[in-house]
């Protein structure tokens, strides 16, 4: 009879974990230092990399009520929306492959504006306040490319954050975190 697998996390990423409980006050770049000192690998993440043909897939690897962290999988011409993360400090690690990121600004009434694009290689680990971003995988891109997301706190549960179009498609709606 064989033993269904449990998603523990291996030694590193139970490292992370602790320190990112035992963290007080963060901001997106101490999360970032924090998360660079970690620098994990496909080995660490192998219960959370899924891909799908029609969509990236974005995996809830841990949730507390301080934080929360995600492993998204890209194929090559998968993006994100255009998003921005609610009040949360954040920080991401390109685990495999490159993300192609294109920042936007918020201007007003609800407007985003494209300011620039950026090519994130393996191993970086970035974040910034406010950040307004769509994420992914280049078309041209010839590799899968997984990426890992650390949220401080965790996202509200509304939809919110989300542009489309240069507008916001939901409203962002800060909820009580419990
Ligand atoms: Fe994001």
């Not at 030694?11 to 998360?35: D, F, H, N, P, Y």
């Not at 660490?44 to 891909?51: G, M, R």
């Not at 890209?74 to 949360?88: A, E, K, R």
């Not at 890992?148 to 542009?163: I, Q, S």
Request: hydrophobic fraction near 35%.
């Amino acid at each position: 009879m064989s033993t269904p697998a449990i998603k523990r996390p291996g030694k590193m990423l139970s490292e992370l974990l602790v320190q990112l409980e035992r963290a007080g006050e963060v901001t997106s770049q101490s999360l970032v230092q924090l998360l660079a000192r970690f620098p994990l690998g496909e080995d660490d993440l192998l219960h959370w990399i899924s891909f799908s043909q029609d969509h990236y897939v974005r995996t809830r690897v841990h949730l507390t009520p301080n934080y929360e962290i995600f492993c998204c999988c890209w194929l090559p011409g998968q993006f994100s929306p255009i998003h921005d993360h609610f009040s949360s400090a954040a920080a991401i690690q390109v685990i495999k492959g490159t993300a192609t990121e294109t920042l936007y600004q918020y201007k007003s009434q609800g407007k985003v504006v494209r300011t620039e694009s950026r090519e994130r290689r393996q191993g970086t680990v970035y974040g910034e306040a406010n950040l307004i971003h769509e994420l992914g995988n280049a078309p041209s891109s010839s590799k899968e490319l997984v990426t890992l997301h650390v949220y401080f706190p965790p996202f509200p549960t509304v939809n919110g954050g989300v542009y489309e179009g240069g507008r916001v498609l939901h409203e962002w709606i800060p909820t009580k975190q419990n």
